[in-house]
């Protein structure tokens, strides 16, 4: 398997529960933040739309303060183990040239990041 180069123009990125809840469950987490901060300067700099998902914000918080989400192209909340939710489904279908995603998240979201990986490809 060859891994190509990010397509600006094409490529969307996916940040998935990255929520202060899970914190203390998620060793590592403060290199977690630190990679996905620097994944989200990279999305910002590119001009690559960002997707960012929360499971159950009332309940497990937002996604954490230390990550600036705050140019993201969607923010939304979920109460399922998916990304697939409406407004991620209708980005992908407004933007049919998207070809590559680029999909971060903490440890403990395995499952969401798995069905949201098959239904994208």
Known sequence: MSVGRVAVGRTAM????????????????PAVLSNAN?????????????????????????????????????RCSKTKFSMVVPE???????????????LFWDRGSCVCTNDSTRFVV
Request: aromatic share 8%.
């Open 14 to 29: 996916f940040c998935c529960d990255l929520q202060d809840k899970f914190r203390p469950s998620i060793r590592h987490f």
């Open 38 to 74: 620097r994944m989200l300067q990279s999305a910002k700099i590119l001009e690559i739309p960002l997707l960012v998902t929360e499971q159950y914000p009332k309940g497990l918080g937002e996604t954490c303060n230390e990550l600036d989400i705050s140019g993201c192209s969607i």
């Open 88 to 102: 991620v489904e209708s980005f992908i279908k407004e933007h049919p040239d998207m070809k590559s995603i680029v």
